[in-house]
């Protein structure tokens, strides 16, 4: 008597093995764009690296003044990140326009172009123009605290940026207590 396959082994052998090049393909998808958030990611913190790292070697200088420090507001508002949305709540358009406006109001406000000339004072937008990146800045103090509050996040997807993750640090004063 010859053995050999029955019909119903051969379609089972196939099916097992499509189920395996089916998963195989899945994966393909899912490593892709885990790679394009890897790459995002990178360029994100990149990107806090050189806005959050001016902001905080300006904020904890030693050439700042207590009574410039001790008056700095909250940017863009007390409302932190909820100036980024629209009427809608939905994010609004060109969140960057409204990050630079932030810097530059810490900048001035902390006096930091006549008193600290090693800083570059101003928002650098051809960094996040490389990037290819929209992102959001909020500067939190109390009146009168020591402590600065600041938050950046960054995306490449319009719409997405209060979605992305936070990089966070406080500063301290540091500056001349008696002027």
Partial sequence: MKRGFTLIEVNLAMLVMAMGILTVVGLYAFGYRENRQSREDVAATALADV???????????????????????????????????????????????????????????????????????????????????????????????????IAFRATKLPGTLLAMPLYYCEGRFQGDPTK
């Avoid at 959050?52 to 507001?73: C, E, H, P, R």
Wanted: aromatic share 10%.
């Fill in 51 to 149: 806005v959050v790292g001016q902001l905080m070697a300006a904020v904890t200088s030693t050439n700042l003044y207590w009574s410039d420090f001790k008056d700095l507001k909250s940017y863009p508002s007390d409302n932190g990140w909820g100036d980024y949305f629209n009427s809608n709540g939905i994010v609004a358009q060109d969140p960057e326009n409204r990050a630079e406006g932030v810097f530059n109001a810490v900048m001035s406000d902390l006096k930091i172009g006549s008193r600290c000339s090693e800083f570059d004072t101003g928002f650098p937008r051809a960094a996040v123009q490389a990037a290819g990146m929209s992102c959001g800045l909020v500067v939190m103090h109390e009146k009168g605290s020591p402590l600065v509050s």
